[in-house]
């Protein structure tokens, strides 16, 4: 059985910073394709970052050179290094897993960043 376990949000104001965490168990790690989404209220589910088994990324052109993803195959974490926080950022950030066709949501850490 394939879980994920966010953790790390919380209420932060402008400008500040958060390090997200996503924990995988129930799959072999290495292989999949990790992302990060978010879906404020209101608004469709969004993706913010993403990462291949060998480390290439990708981000959304709204969080470039403030959020950093990052994994740790032995440790079956990713993480999302969120900085210069934004009250637009202000979400329930979610983690993906995919692999084979599949894919896996965890349940959500809420962010919430005050002007």
């Known amino acids: 059985q394939v879980q994920l376990v966010e953790s790390g949000g919380g209420l932060v104001q402008s400008g500040g910073s958060l390090r997200l965490s996503c924990a995988a168990s129930g799959i072999t790690f290495s292989i999949l394709l990790m992302g990060w989404y978010r879906q404020a209220p209101g608004k469709q589910r969004e993706l913010v970052a993403s990462?291949?088994?060998?480390?290439?990324?990708n981000y959304a052109d709204s969080v470039k050179g403030r959020f950093t993803i990052s994994r740790d195959n032995a440790k079956n974490m990713v993480y999302l290094q969120t900085n210069s926080l934004k009250p637009e950022d202000t979400a329930v950030y979610y983690c993906?897993?995919?692999?084979?066709?599949?894919?896996?949501w965890g349940q959500g850490t809420q962010v919430t960043v005050s002007s």
């Open positions: 993906k897993a995919s692999v084979y066709a599949r894919s896996y």
């Open positions: 990462i291949t088994s060998d480390g290439s990324t």
